[in-house]
């Protein structure tokens, strides 16, 4: 039984966002300890290694590896087995004894990054962002090219520039187009913008040439992590004809330090707004292929939007299918992101691009301040809930960041 049929007997956390129908993993150090595996409930960590230890459980040695790779290696049957084990030790009072000395507060522990990246692709699967930004760059023109309705479009970023939530983002360099017929200028983006995203974590890898149908997501996807894809618009913009982005969005992209189980999703699932027309037979996938899951974006402390993943057209299924559909193969730590979570209406645009209308129409803050784009300072976090097994709203684990300035030339 992997999904939870009862709260946790841990203080403070049943009904809560952290419930037992949640449980997600991370890596975790305390002191001088070497990092290892844990699972949080409520506001504790739960120390893995040792209760697996005791209880001689089956593949419990990956809780004591320094990385969730040997766990999402695993696959769907072992995933779904020591995720039962879980559930049974978090919400049978009788375990209470046994697991309580390995209950560690959240705030007692460093987080490091849940794996090493080997892949990262991002994807531009939301309908309303793609038509903003045509609409955006290209007023008057079609806003979606002729490709976008019938496939997932996305371009390969660099896995090596995932960062750790909490991690400081430089403002990145690199050139810029001039006004009018100058020459373009290299210097620090004065357009930097972030980009409220969803993440997918590769676990079971393929053979080269092997595609992955889109009912295979369950099979290969270990789980879920809000993502960040910071972007410098304005060496995007310069540098995307006519191959699309590269150092505009390949100086850091922060990642939440907790991994959502695919599985805990499950009360999640909703059908897709609809795509016409019907995808080809290699992308066709039954529903319901969708996620309700709401991001919120905080800049200092302050609401700038609240976005529907549910709205997104093309699904994790089938971002997944098209990735390996021309042969490419995956390794366990690929990570595939959906591109900006944007809804239909102007207060749920997952980019300061749409909230601003390219930077023309400032946002104002509660402080007053205005932002057409993100000032050195400027603090951005990610949040995000979604309907769990137990009746409530499980939490995804946030995203954070800060930007840094430049620093001097060495």
Known sequence: MADPQRPTWVDGAAGGPYDADNLPYAVFSRGDDPPRVGVRVGDQVVDLAPLAAADMLEHGEVFGAPTLAPLMTLGREAWSSLRGWLVELLTDPDDRPAVEPWLLPLDDVRLSLPFEVADYVDFYCSLHHASRVGEIFRPGSDPLPPSWR???????????????????????????????????????????????????????????????????????????????????????AYESVPLGPFLGKAFATSVSAWVTPLAALSAARVPLPGQQPPPAPHLAVDDPAGLDVDIEIGCNGAVL????????????????????????????????????????????RGCLLELTWGGRQPVTLPDGSRRSWLDDGDEIVLTAT???????????????GRIDPVRAAQ
């Not at 983002?169 to 290299?186: F, K």
């Not at 040439?209 to 809000?226: E, I, K, M, T």
């Not at 971002?319 to 102007?346: C, I, K, N, Q, Y």
Request: zero cysteines; aromatic letters at 6%; charged letters at 20%.
């Open 150 to 236: 019938q496939l997932p479009t996305g371009y390969h970023g660099r896995a090596g520039t995932l960062v750790v939530s909490g991690t400081r983002v430089e403002r990145p360099r690199g050139l810029r187009a001039a006004d009018g017929d100058g020459h373009p200028e290299y210097g620090p983006t004065r357009r930097l913008d972030l980009e409220a995203e969803l993440a997918f974590a590769v676990g079971v890898p393929t053979h080269p040439g092997q595609p992955v149908p889109p009912s295979g997501l369950a099979d290969h996807v270990f789980g879920v992590l809000l993502l960040n894809d910071w972007s410098a618009r304005d060496i995007q």
């Open 386 to 400: 979604a309907p769990g097994a137990l009746g409530g709203r499980i939490a995804l684990g946030e995203v954070r």
């Open 305 to 348: 939007a609240r976005v529907p993943y549910a709205a997104m057209y093309w699904s994790p299924a089938q971002m997944l299918a098209h990735l390996t559909s021309g042969g490419a193969r995956l390794r366990t730590g690929d990570l595939f992101a959906s591109g900006t979570v944007s809804g239909p209406e102007p207060e749920r």
